[in-house]
């Protein structure tokens, strides 16, 4: 055990060093602050009183106090290589030693001090979220062994043991929740606030907070190998990197350094003044190459973990603030990552629902990927399950079993099975929708089939436009997948390109082609997207569900399961690039100003100083505005519109049987048009669900989202063009009741309404299905 703990402690105990040495900075920082500003103000009062040789010896002591500390961060920045943007500080501060200008020298001095105070002021407070994140690491868990309940270090927790966690305690490792439900507290990792409830069997992530009861849960796997840990990890790695702002600084000090000296060397050439040098100096003291970069890069950092992006260090966000190029996986970044039910084809006399519920009740005993994704919809559709027996599974083939004295078969048809005509179009619609296929057979007849697929995510198309906004000029989608999915998914998204089939040496020759041409971002979360991710100028992993092998390989990590957090990181990286740059040269422009006075005798030194130190105060105010929330980021919710969003999307699922009913009318008309009564019987029974279910879901969403949403969106015209789907919805509607009043009228569907009718309904399905996805994608998405 010891060999286990002891990498584990020494990792503790480094960045607990890492905050005590912080803390000794900012204690020698928060003196010498005290000390300049305490021989400022007593020089002041002596010369007031009139003791002019006292006052000098007050303001002579306060710039020697600033040369000591001063001239040791200059060799420490010349140990890493690099001049330091404290050098012109020091000759400053030296020059008005040697011309006997003390009043200047303390106030250079306080200036330094003050600016480095507030640097360290500044950087606690942006990068107090990632501080937290680290303090928030659970360090013991208490494990159930029969009766009893002990706490024990995390490390000894193993896969399988069954740990308690309070209320108002930190999931130690990642589980599956063992008691009926359990409400968690995820902002940690997702940044929301509002709690979440998960059921018996769902994973929970290492890191949540209980915000409910007590409750059991089995670990899934040992703490270093869960999902905070790893988070951890990379937070640690982060605040051990140095911020890309360094190098913005010394870029722009490799010319701004030599620029200060020449003009204060030429200034004393042409005057023969020294006071002139020494003055061009002391406003050329380069804090705002010091601060501003820094800061604003350091606040981006913070904003980006507060909204569950995990950025490694300052200069992958540096990088992703200049991307024009983005390439893409398919599977599990621009998809789910999880097959899900979106269509159920049932034989003739048979109902959808009722080859749902037989699919279930076979598939509730397998793990398999694909059944999970059956019983789920079932479920969602409020459908129960019946008590199968006999139930077994052949690998490859799917299960089967008894279910109401009737042998059921959920899976591929058994060879020699005979297939009928109706599943000759569910073949043709899996093959155009690249869906998988669970067909069900009662007594070895097919009776109905489930057709899978892994559905975009909702919140991909408003990612990709507002990453285009961002300055990402040129989208690649990079999949192992087959052509024929993958570009379907494109043509939704409107991508730039498209290349199926990959391996993983081919996605990294990919990645390489592109780097060519721009600065690249790459975003993955399988095992065999890691070496792309680790080839792009910045790899992006979807850590919340991907694999440990890309999150390692990555320099962003997004720890929940949405991939518009990147165009939320993206947007955050533009805006503190851009601080950053603006702060650091507006803050050089107002020193070279200051520096052509000061060469021509109007600025003395000791106003010099004041002038640098309002300065200094207002570039490090600047950067300070990458902490706050920019306009690119996501719309902010009200609690009552994030709610309703959750309440219309669930019903949105609970509706998809009524969009099947409205398309199997259609098909009804279609297939038999003799059979007149089964046609009219269709039609009613769509009559029915519309009047019931779908036309009351659109009244609601009409009179009560859409007005919640206005105020996030700008106003009723961001929803004008969903309203106007609702009117041709109704207006379709009525056209179906028009319909059956005539048929009711003649006792039967009359030959000349049957082109009609069908046209209204496939137009209804048609309609339908464009409104609910244009919906999901634009308000639904919205909420997390």
């Not at 106003?607 to 490090?620: P, R, T, W, Y």
């Not at 929803?719 to 789907?725: H, K, L």
Request: proline letters at 5%.
């Amino acid at each position: 055990m010891h060999a286990v703990d002891r990498p584990d402690r020494l990792a503790r105990e480094k960045p607990a060093r890492r905050r005590t040495a912080a803390a000794a900075a900012f204690s020698l920082e928060t003196a010498l602050l005290a000390v300049t500003a305490s021989a400022l103000s007593a020089g002041g009062i002596l010369w007031l009183l009139g003791d002019l040789a006292a006052a000098d010896l007050c303001w002579a002591l306060g710039t020697i106090a600033a040369v000591c500390p001063a001239v040791g961060w200059v060799l420490a920045a010349l140990r890493h290589g690099h001049a330091g943007v404290d050098l012109i500080a020091v000759l400053a501060l030296g020059g008005t030693l040697a011309i006997g200008q003390y009043l200047a020298g303390a106030l250079i001095g306080l200036m330094l001090a003050t600016g480095r105070t507030l640097e360290a002021a500044a950087q606690r407070r942006a990068s107090h979220d990632l501080r937290a994140l680290l303090e928030h690491a659970p360090r013991t868990a208490r494990r159930r062994t029969g009766t009893e309940i002990r706490s024990v270090p995390l490390a000894d927790v193993d896969v399988a043991d069954v740990l308690v966690v309070g209320a108002g305690e930190v999931v130690p490792v990642d589980g599956r929740v063992l008691d009926a439900a359990a409400v968690l507290d995820e902002s940690v990792l997702t940044g929301e606030s509002t709690p979440v409830e998960r059921v018996r069997g769902q994973i929970v992530r290492s890191g949540v907070v209980n915000a409910g009861g007590a409750f059991d849960l089995r670990a899934t796997a040992t703490e270093q190998d869960s999902t905070y840990a790893e988070i951890v990890r990379l937070a640690r790695q982060a605040g051990a990197e140095s911020a890309p702002v360094v190098r913005l600084a010394d870029r722009y000090a490799a010319w701004f350094l030599p620029l200060s000296v020449a003009v204060a060397a030429l200034a004393w050439l042409l005057s023969t003044s020294a006071v002139r040098a020494v003055a061009v100096l002391v406003v050329a003291t380069p804090c705002p190459l010091l601060l501003a970069a820094p800061v604003a890069v350091v606040s981006g950092l913070s904003r980006a973990s507060r909204l569950g992006v995990v950025v490694r260090d300052g200069a992958a966000l540096e990088r992703l603030g200049r991307a024009r190029t983005l390439l893409l996986d398919k599977t599990g970044t621009l998809t789910g990552g999880r097959p899900r039910v979106f269509d159920v084809t049932a034989a003739p006399d048979v109902k959808p629902a009722e080859v749902l519920r037989l699919a279930a009740s076979i598939d509730q005993y397998s793990p398999h990927v694909l059944a999970r994704a059956i019983v789920e919809a079932a479920h969602e559709r409020g459908l129960e399950p019946s008590v199968a027996t006999h139930v077994s599974e052949e690998a490859g083939r799917g299960a089967h079993g008894v279910v109401a004295g009737h042998r059921t078969a959920v899976g591929r048809l058994a060879p020699g099975t005979p297939v009928p005509e109706w599943a000759r179009a569910v073949e043709n619609k899996a093959l155009l929708d690249g869906a998988a296929v669970a067909w069900v057979t009662t007594d070895g007849i097919p009776v109905g089939a489930v057709l899978l697929r892994d559905p975009l995510r909702h919140d991909a198309p408003r990612t990709l436009r507002r990453l285009r906004t961002a300055g990402v000029g040129r989208i690649v989608m990079l999949t192992g997948d087959r052509p024929e999915p993958a570009r379907e998914i494109a043509a939704v998204l409107g991508l730039d390109d498209v290349r199926a089939e990959l391996t993983p040496a081919d996605k990294v020759a990919a990645v390489r082609a592109e780097r060519a041409h721009a600065v690249t971002v790459m975003v993955g979360d399988g095992v065999n997207d890691a070496p792309a991710l680790a080839a792009a100028d910045v790899g992006v992993a979807m850590g919340a569900r991907g694999s440990t092998a890309s999150s390692e390989a990555a320099d962003v990590i997004l720890t929940t399961d949405r991939v518009d957090r990147l165009a939320d990181a993206t947007a955050i990286a533009v805006r503190a690039r851009r601080i950053a740059v603006q702060s650091a040269l507006g803050g050089m422009l107002m020193s070279m100003a200051a520096m052509g006075a000061a060469a021509m005798g109007l600025l003395p030194p000791a106003v010099g100083a004041l002038l640098q130190e309002g300065i200094d105060v207002a570039v490090i105010l600047n950067a300070l505005r990458a902490l706050r929330v920019g306009h690119a980021t996501r719309p902010a919710l009200e609690p009552a519109a994030e709610a309703m969003i959750h309440r219309f999307s669930a019903e949105h699922e609970d509706l998809q049987d009524v969009l099947q009913a409205v398309r199997g009318a259609a098909a009804c008309l279609s297939s038999d048009p003799g059979d007149s009564a089964k046609a009219l019987e269709s039609v009613r029974t769509v009559h029915r669900l519309l009047t019931e279910r779908l036309l009351p879901h659109e009244y609601a969403e009409e009179h009560q989202l859409y007005p919640a949403l206005e105020p996030t969106l700008g106003g009723p015209e961001a929803t004008a063009t969903m309203s106007r789907a609702h009117a041709e919805i109704e207006r379709l509607a009525r056209r179906v009741a028009t319909h059956l009043s005539l048929a009711d009228a003649q006792g039967a569907l009359a030959p000349e309404q049957l082109e009609d009718l069908r046209a209204c309904l496939y137009g209804l399905h048609t309609v339908l299905r464009l409104h609910f996805t244009q919906e999901e994608e634009n308000y639904f998405s919205l909420a997390p």
